[in-house]
Nanobody
Framework: QVQLVESGGGLVQPGGSLRLSCAAS????????MGWYRQAPGKERELVAT???????NYADSVKGRFTISGDNAKNTVYLQMNSLKPEDTAVYYC?????????WGQGTQVTVSS
């Protein structure tokens, strides 16, 4: 079992920055991978970024160069630093943890990019 608690969402103007945090209930070293997904109204949930236990990262094309995923093993926490935010980044962002063969999800945190 893995419990995930997200924080850091909010309202930001276009061009601004936010950092999301996802605290896991177990060592992130013990997980196959962790990641961030997002779901905008009327759209399917989509991958934003992932990081493996070995530190390999993967990003959606739409966020490459703007978002950075990282992990702090001492705090069992994964972060998503989001810079140069655009209105189209508005969505509920969900933290995901893979402990094969299962997937675990956080409750989601709202990110709204608007002037």
């Amino acid at each position: 079992q893995v419990q995930l608690v997200e924080s850091g969402g909010g309202l930001v103007q276009p061009g601004g920055s936010l950092r999301l945090s996802c605290a896991a209930s177990r060592s992130i070293f013990s997980l196959s991978a962790m990641g961030w997904y997002r779901q905008a109204p009327g759209k399917e949930r989509e991958l934003v970024a992932t990081i493996t236990a070995g530190g390999m990262t993967n990003y959606a094309d739409s966020v490459k160069g703007r978002f950075t995923i990282s992990g702090d093993n001492a705090k069992n926490t994964v972060y998503l630093q989001m810079n140069s935010l655009k209105p189209e980044d508005t969505a509920v962002y969900y933290c995901n943890a893979k402990l094969r063969p299962l997937n675990y999800w956080g409750q989601g945190t709202q990110v709204t990019v608007s002037s």
